[in-house]
């Protein structure tokens, strides 16, 4: 097949998800530099990429999301898991769960610690603080006018207020704003939506960009490979439809395709562990071993209880008028349950009084489901989702073919060592003590999943929690940040590709270790920061 070559460009970005478009938008201020960005997925030109609720009809979708499978998992006793990530302009942004979520002080000093300067809590703060534009205003944690808008959520339910009362019974503080570097506590999440519309990444970020005369988007453009000339990227070879393209790039290019698609497109480039390469027959241009290692993700195990004598969603959704209600609701005041992020009120805490910090959080819902795609339950229920915040198992992604339409393996690992079968097992003791309470009590709690057959022993609640256990869609690690002597670092702490110069990754897949929370304004950190350092290394 012919490959038609396009114009040089001083930057190509290769994905428009959530780092991507914020490291396009900062590039293309520059009017003397050309930027092209090649995004696999299309625009978001349909109405469930904005009405919040609309993620129960994107996660799934082949037109929004990669609808990536894990490996069967040992630790999940032989459970295949569905791995949303997604396939649009904003990427994820576009169909997450929308929770404005930091993490704690405590992960960015370790990564620190780890002998990488400049990103300590002090040092990444700033950026957090320029990323936003926060209902609560400017101060020394928060800021105004930047593009990640952040605003209190538009629907409360009585049934999670009962659940925030139960947490404070059993000792867990209340927290009113979960980003301040101490997220312990409890109460509701602060979310990324404007005035009731969900803000990606694309809507706070690229689209506006994209008046300008130098910042050009290929939608449809699936990346074939990186081109290395020798040690230096030098370009890239992508697909839209029947054709194939070559863009060269005079500056950098930046790899910004996530923790799973960003390892894809290295391996397919030869740039990987040299086994794998040649095993498929792929041609090594760098002997990488830590390309799709490292992979770290939130396991969450999805407890329910049927509730009586209050509201929550199943009822709602399953009665006409009610759901015409909530229709009419969101049409005229932007309020209501269609507002509403995938869970609204979150826990902080720890699984013991000897734990240095927070080591747990709860998503709690009004609502309850077999899984994400199938219908809400008949009956009235609240799912009570607690992850391990510091998982120490570690899986890999990795190619199966050298085909680009062919899927990755992801093996999770989920549950593969002995310290996060025990946290798991803690999470649901914890989670049994909550519903125990006063506040919740009175609500009759009649424990559905993992069920009351479910002994209290480690062993029995390990295993349950193989059984409930789900993705909580938080991929990191799989082109790690680390220091010269770290075998598995990929980029160093200025996020360029240690064996290959001109190349930069820029997403999730830099983390070193998970951050203690959602991981998606993490990743727009990245992104503000990633891009400015680019800046600085070319003024110098």
């Not at 012919?2 to 001083?10: G, R, S, V």
């Not at 720890?350 to 080591?359: E, F, I, M």
Request: net charge positive; charged share 20%; hydrophobic share 40%.
């Amino acid at each position: 097949m012919a490959i038609e070559t396009t114009d040089t460009f001083d930057y190509i970005v290769i994905g428009a998800g959530t780092a991507g478009c914020i490291v396009a938008e900062r590039l293309s201020r520059d009017p003397a530099s050309k930027v092209l960005v090649l995004e696999a997925g299309g625009n978001d030109n349909w109405i469930w990429f904005h009405i919040p609720v609309g993620y129960l009809f994107a996660i799934g979708n082949e037109r929004s999301d990669w609808r990536f499978q894990t490996d069967r998992e040992p630790g999940l006793n032989g459970r295949s898991l569905a791995y949303p990530r997604g396939k649009v302009i904003g990427g994820s942004s576009a169909i997450n769960a929308m929770i404005a979520m930091r993490g704690q002080a405590a992960d960015y000093d370790h990564w620190q610690s780890l002998g990488l300067p400049g990103w300590a809590w002090s040092d990444v703060l700033p950026w957090f603080r320029k990323l936003e534009d926060h209902f609560l205003g400017e101060s020394n944690l928060h800021g105004t006018g930047g593009g990640w808008r952040v605003e209190p959520p538009r629907v409360r339910w009585g049934v999670l207020d009962a659940v925030a009362q139960a947490a404070q019974e059993l000792g867990v503080p209340p927290n009113q704003d979960f980003n301040t570097g101490d997220n312990e506590g409890v109460g509701y999440f602060h979310v990324n939506q404007k005035r009731g519309r969900r803000w990606s990444a694309a809507r706070g970020f690229l689209k506006p960009a994209l008046k300008r005369s130098n910042l050009r988007l290929q939608t449809g453009a699936t990346v074939e490979r990186l081109i290395v000339d020798g040690k230096k990227a030098s370009g890239v070879e992508y697909r839209v439809g029947d054709r194939v393209f070559r863009a060269k790039a005079a500056g950098e290019v930046i790899l910004s395709a996530g923790a799973i698609g960003s390892v894809q497109i290295l391996q397919r480039s030869g740039l990987g562990p040299a086994s794998i390469l040649s095993a498929l027959g792929i041609e090594v241009t760098a002997d990488i071993p830590g390309i799709g290692e490292n992979l770290q993700d939130h396991l969450q195990q999805r407890a329910i209880y049927k509730v009586t004598g209050t509201r929550t969603l199943n009822e709602t959704y399953h009665s006409l008028p009610r759901r015409g209600m909530m229709g009419l609701e969101y049409l005229l005041l932007r309020r209501g349950p269609l507002t509403m992020a995938p869970s609204q009120l979150g826990i902080f805490t720890r699984t013991g009084k000897n734990v240095a910090r927070p080591d747990v959080q709860f998503h709690v819902q009004p609502l309850s489901l077999d899984r994400f795609g199938e219908p809400l339950h008949r009956f009235p229920a609240i799912t009570i989702s607690g992850c391990n915040l510091t998982p120490t198992s570690r899986g890999q992604v990795y190619l199966h073919s050298p085909e680009i339409d062919a899927k990755p393996g992801i093996r999770c690992n989920y549950l593969s060592t002995d310290h996060d079968r025990h946290i798991a097992a803690e999470i649901i003791r914890l989670t049994r003590r909550l519903v125990r309470q006063p506040s919740l009590q009175r609500l009759s709690p009649e424990e559905y999943l993992p069920g009351p057959s479910v002994g209290d022993s480690t062993e029995a609640l390990a295993a349950a929690a193989g059984d409930i256990g789900t993705t909580i869609f938080h991929p990191v690690g799989t082109a790690k940040m680390g220091s010269e002597s770290d075998p598995l670092a990929v980029v160093d702490e200025r996020l360029r590709v240690r064996a290959v110069t001109g190349l930069r990754i820029i997403d999730a897949s830099v983390m070193p270790t998970i951050t203690s929370g959602n991981t998606n304004t993490p990743t727009a950190m990245i992104g503000l920061k990633g891009a400015e350092m680019i800046h600085e290394d070319r003024r110098r």
